[in-house]
């Protein structure tokens, strides 16, 4: 009889240890993800520029990014400026990439201007 049950036994050991394994891995994909929303970036908000989470960052918000900060979403760029931006977090590639602001938006420079594209 014992030969009927050691593969049951087997198999709820590596059962176990797969699903311990798995809710490592979710704790540490949690608070990789709390860590990333708790970080902050300035919205415009009330025609400034305000200190907001990026858990609080919303679709069609204006978020200005200076040089050496973490964008928190895909974005367009409305800056004429040249950027070099690292997409590791997206593609994987750690390789600094230009990217470049629309034509249509090349001369919208100051908060005020952007204001009309929130509306």
Same mark, same amino acid.
């Given at each position: 009889?014992?030969?009927?049950?050691?593969?049951?036994?087997t198999? @709820?050991?590596?059962?176990?240890? +797969?699903?311990?394994?798995? /809710?490592?891995?979710?704790? =540490?994909?949690?608070?990789?993800?709390?860590e990333l929303?708790?970080?902050?970036?300035?919205? @415009?908000?009330?025609?400034?520029f +305000?200190?907001?989470?990026w /858990?609080?960052?919303?679709? =069609?918000?204006i978020?200005?990014?200076?040089?050496?900060d973490?964008?928190?979403?895909?974005?367009?760029?409305?800056?004429?400026?040249?950027a070099d931006m690292q997409t590791?977090?997206?593609? =994987?590639?750690t390789?600094f990439k230009?990217k470049r602001?629309?034509?249509?938006?090349?001369?919208?420079?100051k908060?005020q201007?952007?204001i009309i594209?929130?509306?």
């Amino acid at each position: 009889w014992l030969g009927k049950y050691s593969t049951f036994f087997t198999f @709820l050991l590596v059962l176990a240890f +797969v699903a311990l394994r798995e /809710a490592y891995e979710d704790s =540490g994909r949690h608070f990789s993800d709390s860590e990333l929303n708790n970080r902050t970036t300035r919205a @415009l908000r009330d025609q400034k520029f +305000v200190q907001i989470k990026w /858990a609080d960052v919303c679709v =069609g918000d204006i978020i200005r990014v200076e040089g050496g900060d973490w964008i928190p979403a895909d974005m367009i760029m409305l800056s004429p400026a040249i950027a070099d931006m690292q997409t590791s977090n997206l593609d =994987g590639e750690t390789a600094f990439k230009p990217k470049r602001g629309l034509k249509s938006t090349l001369e919208i420079l100051k908060a005020q201007d952007m204001i009309i594209l929130r509306k």
